[in-house]
């Protein structure tokens, strides 16, 4: 993975004593509250219900072994004993006090972390396929493009106020698992005929309370282009989107109400008028980044079969782990959904054990999915059976990667001022109610998402099974989706009927269940008989709940 | 009002006037509309001239005034407001190599993306300069000299000071 150079180290050590002395002006009062907000926002820094929030990045979901064991003391010294996986591969602190973050984050530069530009109306962490590197479908490895383009948007002078925050998320694989039509920019790496690197570049697609899916803006811009085509994508929506109405903001409305040709007219007539030589450096910046993510030194190339027969792993194998390009070799999903725990969160023992065990079985580094677990991407087909039972024996050897009970949620009214109404409560509830093996296996992919508020941080629209938090008075409601999905045929869900509360959530689920399971045709998922039959056809499960 | 330029605090020698007219011998400081053409500027007045533009303006609009101002003004409505930032490209990509200045909402912690933006001097309240003093922006003014991106900072940036030295390692 990359390693930081002494450009890089100087660079983070001073956003860090710049912050400690943001910090000490806000505390004496030289910053007023709203000058501070948005400096603290753009290092990643919220404050919530009860505490000071850190969002730390984990550049394209990529960490090191010792990254972890040192979140884990960050964990222990300032938060309480965890952290919680988010949707953007990131990791949250949640109950922070303010004087004591510059510390922290003093800590964390010491293993090339920061948390700048988590938040903000900036251009925020780059996301991409936690099996990136691995993936057998792979034309390109998307991690050194990320790592520049994570450089670009560093601090960049001129995107640093946008009207809203800026999502970017990039693939190279044929299946996106990395959500590109739900991104303000979508990136999908590519070689064109003559072997070159190009890039797909899908615009304006997001979720939040406006969800859209992207168009395609240009379907191949060549790499010693992509910088200063992204910078007039940029620069064409800080100047061209809404600041009127914070709700409008995102560049999705902006490309909406132009229509996708006029916006790719401006793009291409500010492209036009750019001076390309300042980019000169970024295919040598590209080679030199690229030597960092050389596939590791592979042990072996045979394999043989799995020489146990336990039950529950071979069904840990047949859900949570992949192929993998090398062979002998798999990537492996950990869950962090065992029934019981709120989606995401992670205790600092946990983190300590999962390092070792990276060390030990997967080269010392580890991925953070934006379903909220964690990825062994390079881990040898004889050791499956050890790593397994070394999981099971911390409680996250769950073999429920893409089942029901691998739900996403977001914080929700427990931590998130914005919410309407809990997720992780229902999650869990969702989690024990959907926790039995064999159920879930017989149920067969099924992504439930569950968000608080129409924000949508917890991706309730490319839920298979989507569930939105609503009040009415002071009570918490929730309204159900079905037929989301975020991948390569990307869809938003269709609203299931009125508002419910969190115990006929459960039932209704029970319902829709059944009756899938009921009507399904062989080998048909959840998701394909909604596409198949409609969701009039399972408006009688909520309507059932009555009865 | 306060003039930062170059991290100090300096006297603003430029005089904001409702009409530019023929008496002008001071620097004189006027609102832009689409009336003003360069040859009414450059007959008009005796002194130099600079131009107020809203940050929703268009750059290639004033681009045949360029030669006959000396000062263009780009007003900050609000802090989180950025697009005064897109607005110095553009002018500065059109050409214009004179004193550039941002005005209005601005701290000391936002100067290091003006700099790299191309603006030369910023123009504060009173109420701003009271909180953020000239130490803060003398602070600032040095903050981040080396960034991944080339600007107007007038310094290399890091990918090309990062491959000055592998390219000088590689000789070596």
């Known amino acids: 993975m990359y390693r930081y150079d002494e450009f890089d180290r100087n660079f983070v050590e001073e956003r860090v004593s710049q912050f400690r002395e943001q910090v000490a002006r806000r505390l004496n009062g030289a910053l007023t509250e709203d000058e501070f907000a948005p400096l603290r926002l753009q290092n990643g820094l919220y404050s919530q219900r009860h505490a000071y929030m850190l969002r730390v990045a984990i550049p394209y979901g990529t960490l090191s072994s010792s990254q972890l064991f040192k979140l884990a003391d960050v964990a222990d010294k300032y938060d309480r004993g965890y952290g919680h996986l988010t949707t953007r591969q990131n990791i949250q602190f949640n109950w922070l006090s303010l004087d004591r973050v510059p510390d922290l984050l003093a800590e964390l530069a010491q293993v090339e972390m920061h948390a700048i530009q988590t938040s903000g109306n900036c251009i925020r962490n780059i996301t991409s396929d936690p099996f990136a590197g691995a993936a057998g479908d792979e034309l390109v490895d998307p991690r050194p493009v990320a790592e520049l383009l994570r450089q670009w948007s560093t601090l960049h002078p001129e995107f640093a106020h946008l009207p809203r925050k800026f999502k970017i998320a990039i693939t190279g694989a044929r299946a996106d698992r990395a959500a590109i039509f739900f991104h303000d920019i979508g990136l999908r790496a590519q070689k064109a005929g003559n072997g070159n690197l190009g890039f797909e570049i899908i615009v304006g697609g997001g979720q939040g309370r406006t969800p859209i899916i992207g168009q395609v803006l240009n379907p191949f811009v060549p790499f010693d282009s992509l910088l200063p085509y992204l910078e007039s994508v940029m620069r064409v929506y800080n100047l061209h989107g809404r600041r009127d109405n914070k709700y409008k903001a995102r560049i999705k409305i902006l490309v909406q109400s132009l229509g996708v040709d006029e916006f790719r007219r401006q793009v291409e007539a500010d492209f036009n008028h750019t001076d390309h030589t300042q980019f000169k450096l970024a295919t040598s910046e590209l080679r030199r980044i690229e030597a960092y993510f050389a596939p590791p030194k592979y042990a072996e190339t045979r394999e043989s079969e799995l020489s146990s027969k336990d039950e529950a792993f071979l069904r840990w194998v047949k859900r949570n782990v992949v192929a993998h390009r090398q062979p002998g070799y798999r990537a492996v999903t950990i869950t962090v959904k065992s029934p019981g725990r709120p989606p995401g969160d992670i205790t600092s023992r946990e983190m300590r054990t999962i390092a070792t065990l990276a060390d030990r079985y997967s080269c010392g580094e580890l991925r953070v999915s934006h379903e909220q677990n964690l990825v062994f991407a390079h881990v040898r087909h004889s050791d499956l059976h050890d790593l397994w039972q070394a999981l099971s024996a911390i409680n996250l050897g769950e073999s429920n990667s893409g089942l029901i009970s691998d739900i996403i949620a977001c914080p929700g009214l427990d931590y998130c001022n914005l919410a309407n109404a809990r997720s992780i409560p229902l999650a869990t509830r969702l989690g024990e109610r959907f926790g039995d093996p064999e159920l879930a296996e017989d149920i067969g992919p099924l992504s439930i998402k569950i968000s608080g508020c129409v924000n949508a941080c917890g991706h309730h629209h490319v839920g298979h099974i989507g569930i939105l938090g609503v009040s009415k008075g002071d009570k918490e409601f929730y309204q159900l989706t079905l037929g989301g999905e975020a991948g390569n045929a990307p869809a938003l869900g269709e609203r299931l009927g009125r508002a419910i509360t969190e115990d006929q959530v459960l039932d209704t689920i029970d319902n829709l269940i059944a009756h899938y399971r009921k009507i399904r045709q062989p080998q048909e998922t959840f998701v394909a008989c909604v596409a198949r039959v409609g969701v009039a056809e399972f408006k009688e499960s909520l309507n059932a709940i009555d009865h | ?172």
């Open chain 2, 1 to 172: 009002m306060q003039l930062i330029i170059d991290g100090r605090f300096v006297n603003n020698e430029w005089v904001e006037v409702e009409q530019i007219d023929f008496k002008n011998t001071r620097p004189v400081l006027a609102r832009f509309h689409e009336s003003i053409k360069a040859d009414w500027l450059d007959s008009t007045s005796s002194g130099p001239i600079g131009l107020i533009m809203e940050n929703t303006s268009n750059a290639a609009v004033f681009q045949s005034l360029f030669d006959s101002i000396q000062l263009i003004v780009i007003e900050f409505p609000a802090i989180m407001d950025g697009r005064g930032y897109s607005l110095a490209e553009n002018i500065r990509r059109l050409g214009y190599q004179r004193e550039l200045r941002a005005r209005g909402e601005i701290i000391s912690d936002q100067y290091h993306h003006l700099i790299a933006c191309g603006f030369d001097s910023v123009e504060i309240t009173d109420q701003i300069a009271d909180r953020h003093t000239e130490l803060e922006w003398r602070k600032a003014w040095k903050r981040f000299p080396l960034r991944y991106q080339t600007r107007h900072t007038g310094l290399p940036s890091i990918l090309a000071q990062r491959h000055a030295t592998i390219n000088l390692s590689n000789a070596n």
